[in-house]
């Protein structure tokens, strides 16, 4: 069955940096987009990133674009997220989602989460 | 950026009863709404897509409607396994954004 499995997550202080990753089993990886959607605690979600299947495309939220970096090895079935200079309000569960198609910007399949936590 | 509005923002029902959940685009998104249920601690579940197509799996008391701005998930008969948060997104053009959720709770 399709699973996504993401670790990284911890605590970080503001301005450093942290590396998710997920990994993909149980479909093509190669052939889906993935996405990254935060949820801060006790709040909503919020879409962070997509990259496209062949990992050519790649879309960013406003609130995090030119500090994080959406990245696949299609090799190893992995998707990561590289995050810099974080803020405190950076600090939520990070899900990585599958698409339901190539790029349909829906999503059909999560993982359990990694929670970052930004704090001084 | 498209909002996406939903209401009520809570609400409490009986098993049993029929539950609806409104969510309001900013603009004219087709069909291109989906649904998502979370419970607490857990990642959201994929229910609903292109406003009405159940994803596999998800149960037929489940349905969704709707067209341009105005859409509805509905639960007909609720049972014990449905109280939880809902979320609508739209994904008719980036940033992908979803609805502020509604939160579902046992009367």
């Known amino acids: 069955q399709m699973q996504l499995v993401e670790s990284g997550g911890g605590v970080v202080q503001p301005g450093r940096s942290l590396r998710l990753s997920c990994a993909a089993s149980g479909f093509t990886f190669s052939s889906y987009g993935i996405h990254w959607v935060r949820q801060a605690p006790g709040k909503g979600l919020e879409w962070v990133a997509m990259i496209s299947y062949d990992g050519d495309n790649k879309y960013y939220a406003e609130s995090v674009k030119g500090r994080f970096t959406i990245s696949r090895d299609n090799s190893k079935n992995m998707l990561y997220l590289q995050m810099n200079s974080l803020r405190t309000d950076d600090t939520a569960v990070y899900y990585c989602a599958k698409d339901l198609a190539v790029a349909a910007n829906l999503f059909d399949h999560w993982g359990q989460g990694t929670l970052v936590t930004v704090s001084s | 950026d498209i909002q996406m509005t939903q209401s009520p923002s809570s609400l409490s029902a009986s098993v049993g009863d029929r539950v609806t959940i409104t969510c309001r685009a900013s603009?004219?998104?087709?069909?291109?709404v989906a649904w998502y249920q979370q419970k607490p601690e857990k990642a959201p579940k994929s229910l609903i897509y292109a406003a009405s197509t159940l994803q596999s799996g998800v149960p037929s008391r489940f349905s969704g409607s709707g067209s341009g701005t105005d859409f509805t998930l509905t639960i007909s008969s609720l049972q014990p396994e449905d109280f939880a948060t809902y979320y609508c997104q739209q994904y008719k053009s980036n940033p992908i954004t979803f609805g502020q959720g509604t939160r579902l709770e046992i009367k």
């Open positions: 603009q004219d998104i087709i069909r291109w």
